[in-house]
């Protein structure tokens, strides 16, 4: 029989204390892209969410360099995804000597790193996503109001 070679390695974060749809929109952004563009775009985003998604991106690079020897510039983010942990509950006393429940919700998170020089399908596409920032300027025309006709024509 014969072995595959694994390609992919993961971090796994558990018991973030975080919201599982506040993680979600930052995962959303960094799905498919390369991990040097992902490291910029979680330092620049102003989300409480990316610090502990950035401390996951860098962990699983160093288990790809460590485990398979592949360069950072290689890597890009195949898997990543967010499901909910158990929730902390506690009571907060309140006026009159009622107690108030405090629900603090928990997220575990998932980051799966590929090698793209080991697949020759990728070749030098260093982000699977297609950046929106590129796409086309179109230039507004203007005229002028007594060209057009109507009712601001002069006569």
Not at 55 to 72: F, P
Not at 112 to 123: A, M, P, Q, R, T
């Amino acid at each position: 029989m014969r072995k595959k070679k694994k390609t992919e390695v993961y971090a796994l974060g558990r018991h973030i204390s975080l919201s599982a749809d506040k993680a979600r929109r930052v995962i959303d952004q960094i799905r498919g892209r390369s991990y040097e563009e992902t490291l910029m775009i979680l330092e620049l985003m102003p989300y409480r969410a990316c610090y502990p998604i950035f401390k996951l991106v860098y962990s699983a690079a160093a288990n790809a360099s460590y485990n398979m020897g592949s360069n950072e510039a290689n890597l890009v983010i195949s898997k990543a995804e967010v499901n909910e942990g158990t929730t902390v509950k506690k009571f907060k006393p309140r006026a009159r000597g009622r107690s108030y429940p405090i629900k603090r919700p928990t997220c575990h998170i998932t980051i799966g790193v590929k090698d793209i020089s080991l697949y020759d399908e990728y070749g030098q596409i260093y982000s699977l996503k297609k950046p929106r920032w590129k796409n086309k300027y179109t230039t507004m025309v203007y005229h002028d109001m007594y060209s057009i006709g109507g009712v601001w024509d002069k006569k």
